[in-house]
């Protein structure tokens, strides 16, 4: 998709406003879409319930897009203790309208239900019993939000000899196009029972019905057979997030550029250098990654952990980042050596003399 500009579709249908910085105050339309899901109120589902303004407001912590990204890359960086041995940073394809996705994808401990429902909430959680769930760590709603409009998690966690897959939706697309006064996040379970992946349900088989046809219409993923196969390349335990209608510039061109670089992403408008530099030393900063880390996710990850991982690697487009230790890559060194300086006695007793206070 030369270029990076994408259609009005994408998973059910993509807000009308695509730039981040302008999507907060974008108000949806849309009454024919809002009804056909006024029946889906609160306990109807299981589900987890987020404010939509503050859903957006929320992501605006981040001005800058791979801060973003690191939130979600430190996420799969604190799973080492869990046994995590890599995360994958990708481009995908949504295949609704064949629009570019951001995917992560870590091999890490994965969440149980509960766990998925603690990431997926900003404070609470809504189901039949009402039980709420407390405060959790905020990164991932900030920075999927951030990143794209909608965010789609596939999870699997094994906790003894419980096997579970969980999928939940945060789609701000369907928020605004459905003016919701809340966000509905859906949620879907299964476990493995005698090595077949079963629907695990916690309310009613109406709830998790609801929860299936909301993901379906407004995922990039058409049926239940399509959303398991997201499951094949997990393994025994890990984590996916899938990032789409994802954001674009005032120019109407995606933030992320996946097309300059088939081994990097990109941050659009961001290379450029200041003028004013001889053209040798402008032609050395470009070059060197204090630079090139404003706008090359390659570059900014290199040097984003200060300590070496020993059995961790980030795997960005298909190629693993080696680390860089930034303090070694300090191109323009100046030492400085200080020499004190001593003065002879009758220097130092003029100075004493001038400096006394008058006698009384």
Known sequence: MAGGTVGAGGGGGSLDCRSFWKAGAHEGPSAPIRELYD???????????????????????HKWAFGAI??????????ICNGATFVKVDKSINS????????????????????????????????????TIGQYGNGFKTSTMRLGADAIVFTRAMRGSNVTLSIGLLS???????????????????EVRDGHIVPLVYGSQGDWDSSLKIILDWSPFSSMEELLKQFEDVDSHGTKVVIYNLWMNDDGLLELDFEDDDEDILLRDQGQTSGGSRKIQKEIVEQHISHRLRFSLRAYTS????????????????????????????????????KPQVAHDSQVERKMSSNRLPAN
């Open 303 to 338: 040097i984003l952990y200060l300590r070496k991982f020993e059995n961790f690697q980030i795997i960005l487009r298909g190629k693993p980042v080696e680390q860089i230790s930034i303090a070694n890559e300090l191109k323009f060194k100046k030492v400085v050596t200080y």
């Open 172 to 190: 701000y697309t369907f928020l605004r196009r459905t003016m919701k006064d809340d966000i509905v996040v859906p949620m879907l379970d299964f």
């Open 39 to 61: 029946g889906l109120e609160a306990g109807d589902f299981d589900r987890a319930r987020v404010h939509p303004k503050f859903l957006h407001t929320n992501a605006t912590s």
């Open 70 to 79: 690191s939130e979600l890359l430190d996420n799969a960086v604190d799973e």
């Open 96 to 131: 609704k309208d064949n629009s570019p996705m951001l995917v992560f994808q870590d091999d890490g401990g994965g969440m149980d239900p509960e766990g998925v429902r603690k990431c997926m909430s900003l404070g609470f959680s809504t189901k039949k019993s009402k039980t």
